[in-house]
């Protein structure tokens, strides 16, 4: 599970540097963190808090016009990296992310 989460955590940082690198030229680059969403991929996931592919690509599409490096989609997925990110320090977050990952692993 740490090479998930840590590519997961490569792929926005580079995202957030090649949005930089173009900035001001027209070309548009976007992170989208969906969540749990309706695909074969994530069956296990609660089907109360799944995501429908096409409000995922929504929010994809209209982030592009934000001209912000990074979306989270859905409010609860929004609501819960605010708490992540801002309200706990790192290191307790990625343990409780991992028990999170965990937990829903063992549950399949």
Do not use: C
Not at 3 to 29: I, M, N
Request: no cysteine.
């Amino acid at each position: 599970m740490a090479a998930y989460s840590a590519s997961k955590s490569f792929v926005l940082s580079f995202t957030q540097a090649v949005w930089a690198e173009v900035a001001g030229t027209g070309v548009r680059v976007v992170a989208v963190a969906p969540g749990p969403t309706d695909t074969p991929m994530n069956a296990a996931a609660s089907p109360l808090r799944k995501r429908q592919p096409a409000d995922v690509a929504r929010t994809a599409l209209a982030a592009l016009s934000r001209r912000r490096p990074a979306i989270v989609d859905g409010g609860g997925n929004a609501l819960q990296t605010f708490i992540f990110s801002r309200l706990l320090p790192a290191g307790i977050a990625a343990r409780v992310g991992k028990r999170i990952i965990e937990s829903t692993i063992l549950h399949r």
